[in-house]
């Protein structure tokens, strides 16, 4: 079955990353602010199209109809705003105007061109409320929103080179004009998309599984976020070799399931931000995308399928929302099986995360029904060889570990 629904959000996919001959040119005499983590992870996302029709930072007025009405000033759906903050005092200091270009740096090397289009506050309690439904800020999303300095500029971001991503996740790094070509080629008319941050357990295998027969997909698309990490998360190399690890060792046919990453830093906005993942996949390429329970939440800030919902009060973002319920193991069954069909509600047993995460911490190998032996030694492996002896992010690797991408210098 032919899906037409397989063009980019706003119709046309962004790319903005320049010739490597104009760089040097381009980005002569032009003021300099260094940037880290966030801000470089959307730079970079946003020049390579995987928030089409964005094209860079905000502006008031995207930022307004994102908050109040869940779309851009332009009319598409919007659910997060993305933006680009500055503290007055360093504005004044650079005497940085409106109609400016500024270049962006990390780590003393080019990053991006920001042509400043526009510099506003907005209210980060209003943002916070609307966004998150609540200014809590025991909710990370919210504290994320508060920390933001007390300005904001708007306006286009032109990468100004490829960015170098380091190993195991070079392979993995596929912007969207590449992919979708990659996708194309496989003949994936009809893509699923998998948003995780988990090294998977079969419940989250079955979850893939299931909604590749739901939605009569050709594949499934595993989409790891790469972003800020907590002390205790699993480290990326584990979630992403993990992931990739289920086709190597066939629990997935070769020809059906890829992995690909994306950077991204969860805002933990459970419904609004499954909208958001919806539309960056569909800027991937996909067709469908998949969500289980309490998608992209946290804590009990949001109902178990308020992800699910939201789908049907909003216009139809071109993608389809591929709702499903929990996957667990059922004694009676003898197996994985779905809360849609088991009948053995008080027998089930669910996948509880924390207790598979203290088995990992133990060394023992989980029982295969519950964790492929496979993801448990690339697991163990990236520990080692990533993680300085751990598959969860420690203080030691929050120090030492290199940051996933870096970039390159421009040579004159
Ligand atoms: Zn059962």
Request: charged share 25%; net charge neutral; proline share 6%.
């Amino acid at each position: 079955m032919v899906d037409n629904r397989l063009s980019p959000h706003g119709g046309k996919l962004v790319e903005r990353v320049l010739d490597p001959k104009e760089a040097p040119g381009r980005i002569a005499g032009l003021k300099t602010v260094p940037v880290k983590g966030q801000t470089v992870r959307e730079c970079v996302s946003l020049a390579y199209g995987f928030f089409s029709p964005l094209e860079g930072f905000m502006g008031r007025a995207d930022v307004d109809a994102v908050v109040n009405k869940m779309q851009l000033a332009s009319g598409y759906v919007w659910s997060v705003p993305l933006v680009f903050d500055m503290p007055k005092q360093q504005i004044d200091e650079l005497e940085i105007r409106t109609g400016d270009s500024i270049l962006l740096t990390f780590r003393e090397k080019p990053l991006v061109i920001l042509e400043i289009e526009e510099i506003f506050t907005y209210d980060k309690e209003l943002m916070a409320g609307k966004i998150f439904g609540t200014t809590e800020t025991k909710h990370p999303g919210v504290r994320r929103t508060y920390g933001y300095a007390d300005h904001f500029l708007g306006g286009r971001v032109t990468l100004v080179s490829e960015p170098i991503i380091r190993e195991p996740f070079k392979r993995f790094w596929k912007p969207p004009a590449v992919l979708r070509k990659e996708l194309a080629a496989k003949g994936w008319e009809r893509a699923v998309a998998h948003q995780t941050r988990n090294v998977p357990h079969t419940g989250h295998e079955w979850l893939m599984k299931g909604a590749w027969f739901a939605s009569q997909a050709t594949g499934v698309l595993v989409n790891p976020v790469v972003g800020e990490k907590r002390a205790g998360d699993y480290i990326d190399e584990a979630i992403i070799l993990g992931q990739d690890v289920l086709r190597e060792a066939g629990y997935f046919r070769e020809d059906v399931h890829a992995v690909s990453l994306l950077f991204w830093d969860m805002r933990y906005a459970g419904p609004r931000e499954a909208v958001f993942h919806a539309i960056v996949r569909k800027n991937l390429g996909c067709t469908h995308h998949m969500f289980g329970r309490d998608h992209a939440g946290v804590g009990d800030y949001y109902g178990t399928y308020d992800a699910h919902k939201i789908f049907d009060t909003i216009p139809d973002v071109g993608i389809y929302p591929v709702l499903t319920k929990e996957w667990y193991y059922c004694p009676v069954c003898a197996g994985i099986t779905y809360e849609g069909l088991c009948g053995h509600q008080k027998s089930k047993q669910k996948f509880s995360g924390s207790v598979i995460r203290s088995i990992i911490q133990d060394g023992v190998k989980p029982p295969r029904l519950i964790f492929r032996p496979e993801v448990f030694d690339v697991v163990m492996s990236a520990a080692e060889e990533y993680g300085f002896g751990s598959p969860f992010v420690t203080e030691r690797y929050l120090a030492e570990a290199q940051p996933v991408l870096t970039m390159p210098d421009v040579k004159k």
